[in-house]
């Protein structure tokens, strides 16, 4: 039925799309395809009538194709459940067979419950030519001519699950009429010819939905040959093959014109007047180059245009985007060429600035790339990711700029100019006036200063502050705060974490210091690590949505493979093992024994060991500068060098000798070796010797990767998929190659310019702004030299480049790295239940502290009985005691089995054991047994604990029950498991064994796990079963656990005593476990019914009870403590001032109580809660030893780097005291520490990438990099005496006066290597290049390199930094975010999994609108209302706010005539704003405003202003601007509210910030206790290069300051070796605070701890959590399961009922907003009705029909908006699926009860008002009779009844009687309008019960038969709904009509019918037994029908009906029948 319903109307679209394109539709290959559409039927048969005839066209132009012309009828018919190899293959072999083109032909079916057959036509092709003819459906016709022969289709197939499938051939970008839609059916609309085609949605064959594998796998096999078949989102290159002039189209000329691309950009590159200064001949090569490329390319343009047309015809040139391209480029060519000439002939000046014409040229290697940029994917399905892509940067680049505008704002208020510095009282003035500065005037080195006494920094003696305001930005600098444009770029200077200090300084300098520190702190934690974080975070979700559309682009994730070969099962007497098949067929010469070495693992052994030696051997290299030549130091290691390259070739070679030259080379760690080997050879060469060759000798390290399998498993997992990473390499070196060839041709025309004058300079600079590192002055130094109109253009230029690439560049490195670190979507499910099953293994072992009693012997307290059992309550057997005597039988033997089990039924009776009466006979039996066998006595010693057992369970002691069994026993630790559960006798129990009941409820007879015995245990799946098992094995290992833990307690008096002093169970002990344990109980649920309460300031009191009473003194004391620590300097010390100490011994006093506590509640170490049970805990004991030690020695004398000053930093870890004492904290720690695993696998691979490149340097450079210091001097031997060495005075570009020289100091030559880095020895370069690694330094390593061994060894520099930053430390935070999703669970979570996860997190922060409702009654009101709430209301607010802000644009200044305006102006706008609030409040009524929030903002900030204005008026000092401006800065924040995704984005980072609180708070708790530290080691070191005025650890307040410095990563590095100075550059002192040296190794470890700590790993925890919160709030409108405009729609729904705004309405109202919801929520209540009954009763079920809140409500729809099945986790989905399950049966069960209820409603009524109308009634079935005979007949001979009349009477009365199920029944109903119902219409009495009995029982019968739910997928799904059976007529018509106009109706419908009764009845029997019977076959229906009752009751026999009743009846039955039956159909149909 469905079928056919479906081929119908398949056909009829087929038909009515033909039309459309005006009879027949052509397809690109100029087939005609008629559009016979192929369904496949539910029973999995693929019909596929297959019809293709040939145009004439085609046959005139492809008369090679005779053959196939015939044409191809043919219709197959496969029955083929699933995909069977040969489906649908008949017609399409045919059409192959007649081919000369290399034509696969895969087939691969796919069904959504058929299998229907799909066939692909490949056509190899090369370098995108087609090779030989294409196929029969290729896609050429004579007109449409431009596809590049990528193949097409052979056959349109069988469709999937019914529907038209067109499966279109590929065309390319330029497409009039490309056919997009490779083998995904329809979803996009394919244009072919003219008829657009949209098939039905992708449902199972979807490629680039990454479904179906088979086809994609198919294609695979398919394309062995050629180049990938791909849809190429790249070039049109491939024209058309038939034209005239082919030459375009051949594939040589193509990879020619690649080539020219290359030539090109490589002769741009070299076209710079330097360039041509040192290499005049370049000249005129590039100019033969140029011109040669351009004709080639001029030529290529002109053919295609020909071909083409330049604008007219099918495809014309100019209109395609690739070829508007490739013209551009053209004509670049050309104006270069010319230019060329120009310069040539001297006409145009060498440093002219036309050369910026040539800047365009480099984008020409974008025509090389696009070869390269071929998707296998439809064009649209590209652009569709592109436009989604760019949206989200575009909406993140949006919030970065408000950040950028809100800080340059706050910059300009705040700051201003900061122009003041110190200049000599003596400087001359000119005649204007104007001061003439001289460097010489200014202070050394230059300081800024402030002009107001109280603040800032005031110059020295001789001095005095000036502003500098008469110089221009030339010489000052261009960065400051004077307007908003300087600002807005000074403050992403700042953001980008390079400078920012300085800045900083500047501004504590000249003005109050507490603006600089708030405002740049908050900047750089705001804009630097938040906002940029975020776009990490959207690259990530972007790249990962990219990723799995190109799955097949990089190729399925590799497993790592040992071993190419195939491995076989062999087996010898020793049993069975895997052999690989290599091993046994051997391609080398070599005998077995050879083979056997190779292969045993010492062979390995040894070649590792060797290669580390060699490794380390030479990392002993090292050179020293006292004189000798340099080889001196290396002789001795050449030897050596060249004994272990022989080793190692002889490796090599003995590989090859026995693997045979071909088995060698496959393997590619074999290529590997083999070129190392051929490599280290060529060094050993004396000539070679320490020259490049070295990289070879030093990379044998990376061979030592192999000897760790779990890092080699690391490694191959990141850069195993070497696509994806390779992909982004050659990206990101095609971009900075292009870059820097465009800059340099912008700005090599500037003279004496360095930066830019040739291709490496330019390179290089382009390259170090990746790095970031002083990228500001490569844009300084740019800016200085452009003239001042383009001086912003240069400006902008840099930062778009900066922001373009340390964004998104180094964003698509972490993506690719996480995306690599990212399980795939099958192993998460396996791994969830992996997890699942260790989560479940709760350790059984006890820890070693309790074990050790099981050492000792047992010393039970034993008592003595005097008395008999039943005297008083039998005490507990011991069950360690029991043990002994529990049967245990082994053996197999079935005698002895036997005799135990009589005695266990016969001699134990178990009645005696219940009775009390007799224990007597108990103590008989057990005499008699103890003269039996063993086994006896143990049955007997069984039966006396069964017996204990049984009194103490009928006296209610509700204890764990040991439980006695046949088998098994107890195992050593006393779990059962025996094969019957021992079932207490159930009459004489009393609650105790409720207990006993759970735990053993689901353990079946083997021991196994029952299902529990559930309803739907039919529904049951396996891994249900597994989660019971879980369950019951996590109880089993804790009952072992608990067990042990019971034995020890009842064997050994002293476990669990504290200190073995405290008694056990003493009353002390309890007091102090109270004191330690006491906590706040915030009480937030209620203690009877388990329910939350709602209570105010929840977090408050969540807070509160966050940790137990004596933590929070302990917390409070620590503070205190380490607070009075904050005031500890060098100066002021603890020592020497008792009010520090103070502080110090209340900490010990507090500790020492809290310690004793503890102890003596919950013992120290050898009690189950000892106090010692982690490291938390051990760390606060060590601290409580350090303070305590201090506390009591307290020495006077600390000299440096003795004990005393060791227990001083030790004692600096107090702080970190609050990490053990809160949880949440110690939890961040615990996470961390977690993953460090991979953190050390990263830090493993770093260090030896480190030590790889470090020995390079030793090697190449050691002993190389030293020269004088006066740069005059180039020998050592010179290098004597003194010279003047010049002075660095300021950036400022002042020169000298007329007589003046540069400022200069007299200084001694000295021979030394650079300041801070050197290469002399392993460890020197280890620490140069970790600090290169944070982007610090690299440049001056870069310079010297240059310097001292030449141009070329820059290289060395610039890999070493793109491998360790780009890789290595995208590495460090792929891996902290990797671990953080880990621990936090959501790594293994699927993509659905997550999104549910995100949508709960949504739910939970969505609130009801604080929106009332529009006023309808009052106009004023309603029109107010009308008004703010219009959106242009709310733009021109927004507009205003904006205005506003924009009067911050320039600094206001007291006095100041441009201040006056502004302020007016801001004034003005205030009251606009107040305007704006009073309307609100009009429309809302003041309640309403101020519910929501944002009103609430709004208003405060209005009177602000208010106030302001007042203030203003009256005051008029720098406080009221101050006020003023900031007034406006807050009214800036309400654009945020107004902007959707602003809005989103602020809730990210407001949410972000709140999650990672306590990662801050720890950030800072750690900066604290370094900086203290840093007190004590660095307090009093001199000033150096890093270390000054500003920047010191003089106190641990400026500690703190230097390290939150140190964390951005601001010159760190000098910081540190300023630290590490050691005499004779400094004095040693005898105390720490008395020397001015630093500390070398504390100073290493110090920085370089910190820095990794801090930088690596916490700041990237920030990255993480911002990831984490960015995907809830920033979820894709298509991906979420529930967008935003879902949630918002339901706010709005909800606002309209919840009327009074108070957040929870009465559960009967739910049912209006089912109703009133519309998008994806929507609930039709005419389709939907039972999933409608089922989400009223959900609610109802739950809330016990009390009110339900907002979230209540929006739980429940989302629950029913989602795939279950996908989205939630096993345990959830368990406990919904059952809750589900049980809501159907409720409300079927409803159903049926209301319905019969209203039959005997109805019956009732009725025979009531039978009395009074008996009469009126008999006339009135007299008058009628005569009309109803003809089908009284009919029926007679149906059915062959009794009574004529009684058929119709009956069949009237249950029409009648029984109401259709409606709305009424619906369980959140009154019964009121059932009763309205009863009244309305008219009663029929039925005399006989008996007939009413049978009939109420048929339709029970009948309703349990027909009650057979078939669960669909998705309830709120729509393809799910389609299957729920509709129950109800329609509700909404019901409900909204009133009792009389129903009353109306009905009389009007009774006249109508009174006439046509009888096809009525005829009508309704048939239709209602047609659905009826249609219900049945669809298994659908929940009710049983009316018609079927009927036929049922008709045996009976009862009274006439009056006619107009009965008819009325009727035609009610009939209309409510009908409605069901459409319903179902059209249901069906859609289905």
Excluded at 312 to 324: A, I, N, R, T
Excluded at 836 to 844: H, P, T, V
Excluded at 1205 to 1219: A, D, E, S, T
Excluded at 1261 to 1281: F, K, M, Q, S, W
């Amino acid at each position: 039925m469905i079928d056919r319903l479906q081929i119908r109307r398949l056909g009829a679209a087929a038909r009515n799309k033909r039309t459309v394109g005006g009879g027949s539709f052509h397809s690109a290959s100029g087939i005609t395809t008629p559009a016979t559409a192929s369904t496949s039927s539910s029973s999995g048969n693929s019909l596929t009538p297959q019809q293709h005839s040939l145009s004439n066209q085609h046959q005139n132009q492809h008369s090679h194709l005779r053959s196939s012309q015939q044409q191809v009828n043919t219709f197959t018919f496969n029955p083929s459940p699933g995909s069977s190899p040969g489906n649908g293959l008949g017609t399409c072999q045919d059409v192959a067979s007649t081919l000369n083109s290399p034509t696969n032909i895969v087939n691969s079916g796919s069904g959504s419950g058929g299998g229907g057959s799909t066939v692909f036509g490949m056509q190899q092709q090369i370098g995108g030519s087609s090779v030989g003819p294409t196929t029969v459906i290729s896609s050429q016709t004579a007109t449409n001519a431009h596809n590049n022969g990528a193949g097409s289709t052979v056959c349109p197939v069988g469709g999937v699950g019914g529907g038209l499938n067109i499966l279109g051939g590929i065309g390319g970008l330029g497409g009039g009429t490309a056919t997009a839609g490779m083998g995904i059916c329809g979803g996009i609309s394919s244009t072919v010819g003219s008829a657009a085609i949209t098939g039905v949605p992708p449902i199972g064959l979807g490629i680039a939905t990454g479904i179906g594998n088979k086809i994609m796998l198919g294609r695979k096999q398919s394309l062995k040959g050629g180049e990938p078949f791909l849809a190429d989102y790249g070039p049109e290159e491939s024209l058309n093959e038939s034209a005239d002039i082919e030459w375009v189209n051949k594939l040589w000329v193509r990879r020619l014109m690649r080539l020219c691309a290359l030539v090109s950009l490589t002769s741009v590159s070299l076209n710079t007047p330097k360039t041509f200064e040192r290499h005049p001949s370049l000249q005129y090569i590039t100019f033969v180059s140029d011109t040669a490329v351009t004709v080639l390319f001029t030529a290529e343009m002109i053919a295609k245009m020909h071909i083409r047309g330049v604008l007219h015809g099918e495809v014309p040139y100019l209109k395609d985007h690739w070829c508007q391209f490739d013209a551009s480029m053209v004509s670049f060519l050309w104006v270069s060429i010319i230019l060329q000439i120009f310069e040539v002939l001297e006409i145009v000046p060498k440093f002219s600035y036309l050369s910026i014409m040539r800047a365009p040229r480099p984008l020409i290697m974008i025509r090389f790339l696009r070869v390269f940029l071929k998707f296998s994917m439809p064009k649209s399905r590209i652009n569709q990711i592109f436009k989604r892509s760019s949206q989200q940067i575009y909406n993140v680049t949006l919030f970065f700029l408000f950040f950028m505008s809100l800080y340059g704002l706050l910059g300009v208020q705040f700051f201003g100019e900061l122009k003041n510095h110190c200049v000599m009282n003596n400087t001359e003035y000119d005649l204007l006036g104007r001061p003439m500065l001289t460097i010489n005037s200014l202070a050394i080195p230059d300081t800024f200063c402030s002009m107001d006494p109280d603040s800032g920094y005031q110059c020295s003696p001789g001095m005095r502050c000036m502003k500098m305001d008469f110089l221009s930005g030339y010489v000052i600098g261009f960065n400051g705060f004077e307007d908003i444009a300087t600002s807005i770029f000074t403050v992403y200077q700042a953001a980008s974490q390079e400078g920012w200090v300085f800045i900083m300084y500047r501004a504590i300098d000249s003005l109050p210091a507490w603006r600089a520190a708030f405002y740049f702190s908050t900047m750089i934690f705001f804009l630097a690590w938040l906002v940029k974080n975020v776009f990490i975070a959207v690259i990530t979700e972007t790249f990962n949505e990219i990723r799995v559309q190109f799955q097949q682009m990089w190729g399925a994730r590799g497993h790592i493979q040992k071993t190419a070969a195939s491995q076989i099962l062999s087996g010898n007497d020793s049993g069975w093992r895997l052999v690989t098949i290599d091993d046994n067929k051997h391609g080398g010469l070599a005998p077995e024994t050879c083979h056997a070495i190779l292969r045993s693992p010492y062979f390995r052994m040894l070649v590792m060991t060797v290669i580390l030696a060699n490794g380390i051997v030479t990392a002993t290299m090292a050179f020293k500068h006292d004189g000798r030549p340099r080889h001196v130091f290396y002789e001795k290691y050449y030897y050596i060098e060249v004994a272990f390259t022989c080793l190692l070739d002889l490796e090599t070679l003995f590989k090859i000798y026995c693997l045979g030259w071909r088995g060698y080379y496959k393997h590619s760690i074999h290529k590997f070796e083999l070129l190392l080997a051929a490599g280290t050879s060529l060094h050993i060469v004396p000539l070679f010797y320490l020259s490049g060759l070295t990289y070879f000798q030093v990379l044998r390290v990376v061979r030592l990767i192999k000897a760790s399998p779990m890092l080699e498993g690391f490694v191959y997992k990141i850069f195993g998929p070497g696509k994806k990473l390779g992909s982004l390499i050659i990206f990101t070196m095609c971009l900075l190659i292009i870059s820097s060839s465009i800059s340099m041709q912008l700005f090599c025309f500037l003279c004496d310019f360095t930066k830019f004058e040739s291709f490496p300079e330019a390179f290089m600079s382009m390259f170090q702004i990746l790095t970031q590192e002083a990228w500001v002055e490569v844009m300084d130094e740019t800016m200085i030299r452009t003239s001042k109109t383009l001086t912003p253009l240069v400006a902008v230029y840099f930062i778009l480049y900066h922001l373009f690439v340390t964004l998104i560049v180094l964003s698509l490195f972490v993506a690719v790295i996480l995306d690599n670190l990212e399980l795939d979507e099958d192993i998460k499910k396996l791994k969830q239940l992996k997890f699942r099953e260790q989560s479940a293994e709760i350790k059984e072992t006890l820890p070693f502290r309790l074990r050790i009693f099981e050492k000792f012997p047992d010393s039970p307290q034993m008592t003595i009985l005097h008395r008999i059992p039943n005297d008083f309550i039998l005490p507990k057997v011991r069950e360690s005691f029991m043990k002994h005597f529990v049967i245990e039988l082994e053996t197999d033997d079935p005698s002895l089995v036997e005799n135990c089990k009589r005695p266990m039924s016969e001699c134990w009776e178990s009645n005696v054991v219940f009775r009390k009466q007799k224990p007597v006979r108990i103590m008989n039996k057990t005499a008699k047994v103890r003269a039996a066998g063993s086994s006896l006595r143990k049955l007997a010693i069984t039966h006396i604990i069964n017996d204990s057992n049984n009194q103490r369970l009928m006296l209610g002691d509700s204890a764990m029950l040991p439980v006695v069994g046949t088998k098994g026993g107890l195992k050593s630790q006393g779990t059962i498991t025996h094969s019957k559960p021992w079932r207490v006798d159930q009459k004489n129990v009393r609650s105790g064994s409720i207990k006993l009941k759970q735990t053993y409820e689901h353990l079946m007879e083997n021991g196994d796990i029952a299902a529990a015995p559930r309803a739907n245990s039919g529904r049951a799946r396996p891994h249900d079963l597994d989660i019971k098992l879980l369950q019951a094995k996590r109880q089993q290992a804790e009952m072992r656990r608990n067990q042990r833990e019971e034995d020890l307690r009842e064997n050994h008096p002293f476990f669990d005593t504290p200190l073995f002093l405290v008694p056990r169970e003493s009353r002390f002990r309890k007091i102090c476990q109270k004191i330690v344990h006491a906590r706040y109980d915030a009480r937030l649920k209620d203690p009877l019914t388990g329910k939350e309460r709602k209570v105010q300031y929840k977090s408050l009191h969540n807070f509160l009870g966050l940790v137990t009473y004596l933590d929070w003194v302990m917390i409070f004391a620590t503070t205190l403590s380490c607070i009075s620590m904050m005031f500890e300097t060098p100066s002021y010390r603890l020592m020497n001032h008792p009010t520090l100490q103070i502080a110090e011994y209340g900490f010990v006093i507090f500790m020492s109580l809290e310690l004793a506590m503890k102890i003596l509640a919950d013992g120290l170490f050898f009690t189950p809660k000892a106090y010692i049970k982690d490291v938390a805990a051990a760390l606060d004991v060590f601290i409580y030893v350090v303070s305590t030690s201090f506390l009591c020695w307290m020495p006077h004398n600390i000299p440096t780097s003795s004990a005393a000053q060791l227990l001083m930093i030790l004692r600096c870890v107090r702080p970190l005291r609050i990490f053990t004492l809160v949880p949440h904290m110690r939890k961040v720690v615990y996470e961390l520490c977690r993953g460090f695993k991979e953190i050390l696998l990263v830090s493993t691979l770093l260090i030896l990438l480190m030590f790889i490149f470090a020995s390079y340097g030793v090697q190449l450079y050691g002993g190389r990099l030293a020269r004088c210091n006066d740069p005059t001097i180039l020998h050592r031997e010179d290098c004597v005496g003194v010279f003047m060495r010049r002075v660095f005075v300021t950036k400022m570009k002042l020169t000298p006066g007329p007589d003046e020289s540069y400022p200069a100091m007299l200084v001694p030559r000295v021979w030394a290597n650079p300041r801070r880095f050197n290469f002399d020895n392993i460890g020197d370069a280890m620490l140069t290049l970790f600090e290169v690694l944070s982007f610090k330094g690299w440049l001056d390593v870069r310079d010297v390199l240059i310097k001292a061994v030449g141009p070329i060894h820059a290289i060395y520099i610039h890999i070493y930094i793109f491998l360790g930053c780009m890789i290595g430390l995208t590495l460090f935070v792929g891996v902290v975010i990797a671990n953080y999703s880990e621990n936090k669970g959501t790594a293994l979570l699927t993509v659905d999994q997550r999104r549910w996860c995100d949508l709960k997190k949504r739910l939970k922060i969505a609130q009801p609108l604080h929106l009332p409702p529009r006023p309808d009654g009052r106009k004023i009101r309603a029109f107010t209302y009308d008004i703010t709430q219009h959106i242009i209301f709310k733009r021109v607010i927004a507009v205003v706010v904006l205005i506003n802000s924009m009067l911050l644009s320039i600094t206001w200044i007291k006095g100041e005539v441009h201040t006056e305006r502004l302020v007016i102006v801001s004034a003005v706008l205030t009251f606009v704003f107040v305007i704006e609030v009073v309307m609100k409040n009009i429309a809302f009524t003041p309640r309403g405003y101020w519910q929501s929030r944002r009103n609430r903002y709004d208003l405060l900030v209005t009177v602000a202003g208010v106030i302001w204005i007042i203030l203003q008026t009256i005051l008029r000092n720098d406080l009221s601007y101050f006020f003023g401006f900031m007034v406006v800065i807050l009214r800036f924040f309400t654009i945020t509210g107004k902007h959707t995704t602003l809005k989103m984005l602020m809730l990210t980072v407001g949410v972000s910030v709140c999650k990672s609180f306590f990662i801050i708070f720890g950030m800072f708790l750690l900066v604290f206790f370094y900086a203290l530290a840093g007190t004590i080691l660095f307090g009093t070191v001199k000033y150096g290069e890093g270390i000054g005025r500003r920047a010191n650890f003089g106190s641990p307040v400026t500690g703190v300051a230097m390290l939150f410095r140190i964390v951005t990563g601001e010159d760190w590095n000098k910081i540190m070796h300023d630290c590490m100075v050691q005499p004779p550059y400094c004095t040693l002192g005898e105390n720490y605070w008395e020397t001015d040296c630093g500390n070398f190794t504390a100073s290493l470890i110090y920085f370089c701890t910190f820095y990794v700590i801090i930088t690596y790993i916490v700041l990237n925890l920030l990255v993480a959590i911002i990831m984490e919160n960015f995907s809830l709030f920033y979820s894709n409108e298509e991906d979420a399961l529930l967008s935003y405009a879902d949630i918002r729609n339901f706010q709005n729904t909800w606002n309209i009922v919840d009327i009074h705004q108070r957040g929870v309405i009465p559960v009967r109202r739910v049912k209006f907003i089912l109703r009133l919801l519309k998008g994806r929520l929507e609930c039709d209540p005419q389709k939907d009705r039972l999933l409608f009954k089922y989400m009223c009763y959900e609610l109802d079920k739950l809330h016990n029909g009390e009110d339900v809140t907002f979230h209540d409500v929006i739980n429940m729809l989302s629950y029913r908006s989602v795939d279950i099945r996908k989205a939630l986790q096993l345990e959830e989905l368990l406990a919904r699926e059952e809750f589900e399950y049980l809501v159907e049966e409720e409300v079927a069960k409803m159903t049926i009860r209301t319905w019969l209820e209203g039959c005997l409603k109805k019956i009732r009524a009725q025979n009531a008002s039978k009395q009074q109308n008996s009469l009126i009634a008999g006339l009135r079935a007299t008058n009628e009779q005569p009309v109803m005979r003809p089908n009284v007949q009919d029926d007679k001979a149906a059915s062959g009844v009794i009574d004529k009349s009684a058929i119709s009477t009956i069949s009237g009365a249950v029409a009648g009687t029984c109401p259709p199920t409606s709305d009424a029944f619906s369980p959140t109903l009154s019964s009121t309008e059932n009763d309205e119902k009863d009244a309305s219409s008219s009663g029929i009495a039925l005399p006989h019960s008996d007939v009413h009995a049978s009939s109420v029982r048929h339709v029970m019968a009948v309703g349990k038969r027909n009650y057979v739910l078939n669960r669909s997928d998705s309830t709120g799904s729509s393809a799910g709904r389609k299957f729920l059976a509709p129950t109800s007529s329609d509700p909404q018509q019901r409900s909204t009509l009133s009792d009389k106009e129903r009353l109306h109706i009905s009389s009007q419908q009774r006249k109508k019918n009174s006439m046509t009764t009888l096809p009525h009845v005829a009508q309704l029997a048939s239709v209602a037994l047609h659905g009826y019977g249609d219900h049945h076959q669809h298994r659908h229906g929940t009710l049983s029908s009316p018609s079927a009752m009927m036929s049922q009751l008709i045996g009976g026999s009862g009274k006439l009906l009056p006619f107009n009743n009965q008819a009325n009846a009727v035609y009610e039955v009939h209309d409510w029948w009908q409605e069901q039956v459409l319903c179902t159909q059209t249901s069906d149909g859609e289905a």
